[in-house]
């Protein structure tokens, strides 16, 4: 460990998601004394009841109270509890030390970190290094906000080893001492405003990546979008520049989809051409130039991504082709959460499309990519809690082939879906693309877009028995 010694440590947990609950065990194996609160009420938490219940933890339900810092040397806050709750700051104010679970996951830590942020993209990006540090022989272990507590895996992890982390804003608001080897931010839009209050502290809190790192750490920044630009010259470590507009100083670049070269060390050096990739679309262009200017700084050969990349499955509810009926295809597109990964997505794809968008609304200007929308999309199906706002900023752009649906369950949702299906004429496209987050209506994007595949699957069914 870094110096962390917490033994007898009387340490409280705040969330008892899937990273709560791996900071419970792993703590309590440190043995520091522990005590779990969870807004919840107690009948909701059962689940993680009974994965606990051999261990001996306090258990606060139904909400944050003083008990969490009271008499406790350090709160440790899941993602999805922001900095700014009363109670942590009611914390602070006591002098008890609030860190994240990726502070911790570091402190814990023997092997270098190799640390993804953005707004889009960090799975898909973080799935790919990882997978090309195994073609090249390496050990990579991947976890974070991927779905997998970094603290939950940190400590099998030998010190030859590489951890791919993807990293969210949310996870970077409490680190003090993170420290990644390699740090990599792909792309800032707006998104999380509710959370972050302005543009700025998202930014601010995704630039906590960079924050410890020094001269002989490495940055990977997107040299095509400003706000990552922004935050260039408080980066004390070596910086490597991805773009798909120009070339760069040092660090890797395609200009209009062509050859990818990289810059680095002196050495200028064609790697292969687009077109050799079976992805597609210019985010998965940038992310491959992001990954690529890693595998540079972690002494990988390049020469293993195109490799991976013909070996690589796109991720689950990430652009995912669900199945066809009619003449129709279906997209799975659920992690598509904010408004430029939507953008992303529209432009992947000819006309005719319908659109089904809509979620939980996280303060987010929907105007540009109405315009967007506008342009791709030959309908769009509305859910949510954001339907009319959507709707709003469509008419402003003065597009009328909207439906909304108004009710707010599953089967309102397998009715967009189906509704969707009958907008869309033979050899069109179906897209789940929300620009939301899920929690109006699932409990996760995960869960939303695993009911899509579902219902789409329904659908079918009940298609080929109609012809």
Not at 248 to 270: H, L, N, P, Q, S
Not at 277 to 301: E, F, T
């Amino acid at each position: 460990m870094k110096h962390t010694d917490l033994t007898g440590k009387k340490i409280s947990i705040l969330g008892l998601g899937k990273s709560g609950r791996a900071l419970a065990r792993v703590l309590t194996e440190k043995g520091a004394s522990i005590l779990v609160s969870d807004s919840q009420p107690d009948e909701k938490l059962n689940e993680a009841k009974e994965e606990l219940s051999d261990l001996n933890i306090e258990w606060e339900t139904g909400g944050h109270t003083a008990r969490i810092y009271s008499g406790r040397d350090m709160v440790i806050i899941s993602p999805g509890i922001s900095i700014y709750h009363p109670v942590l700051q009611e914390a602070m104010d006591a002098g008890v030390h609030v860190i994240s679970e990726v502070e911790m996951a570091f402190l814990l830590a023997q092997a270098p970190f190799i640390a993804i942020t953005g707004t889009n993209g960090k799975s898909t990006t973080t799935t790919l290094i990882h997978e090309t540090l195994l073609e090249s022989g390496r050990n990579s272990y991947l976890a974070g906000n991927i779905g997998i507590p970094l603290v939950g895996e940190v400590g099998k992890i030998p010190e030859d080893g590489w951890i791919a982390a993807e990293i969210s804003s949310f996870q970077l608001e409490a680190v003090e001492h993170f420290r990644p080897k390699i740090a990599a931010l792909l792309n800032i839009t707006s998104d999380h405003i509710d959370r972050h209050r302005s543009f700025q502290g998202y930014v601010d809190a995704k630039a906590h990546i960079f924050r410890v790192q020094d001269e002989t750490d490495f940055a990977v920044l997107n040299a095509d979008d400003e706000a990552v630009m922004s935050v260039a010259d408080k980066i004390k470590s070596r910086i490597l520049l991805f773009s798909v507009t120009k070339p760069v100083a040092e660090g890797a670049y395609c200009i209009d989809e062509g050859m990818i070269r990289y810059v680095f060390d002196g050495v200028e050096k064609d790697l292969f051409h687009w077109d050799e990739s079976p992805l597609r679309g210019k985010h998965n262009l940038q992310n491959v130039l992001a990954v690529l200017c890693m595998c540079l700084a972690a002494g990988v050969d390049p020469a293993n991504i195109l490799p991976t990349l013909r070996k690589f499955k796109p991720l689950h509810y990430r652009m995912e082709y669900v199945d066809e009926i009619g003449g129709v295809k279906f997209y799975n597109d659920s992690k598509g959460t904010n408004p430029d990964a939507v953008r992303a997505s529209l432009e992947s794809f000819r006309p005719p499309l319908t659109l089904i968008a809509g979620g939980t609304d996280k303060n987010l200007d929907f105007g540009w990519l109405a315009g967007h929308i506008a342009l791709r999309a030959a309908h769009v199906v509305l859910i949510g809690e954001s339907r009319f706002k959507i709707e709003a900023a469509l008419k402003e752009k003065n597009y009328e082939n909207i439906t909304v649906i108004d009710d707010m369950s599953l089967p309102g949702f397998k009715e967009s879906i189906r509704t969707a299906f009958l907008k869309t004429p033979e050899g069109g496209v179906v897209l789940l693309s929300p620009s939301c987050a899920s929690f109006d209506m699932f409990k996760r994007a995960e869960h939303r877009g695993e009911m899509f595949n579902v219902y789409v699957r329904e659908l079918k069914e009940e298609y080929e028995k109609e012809v």
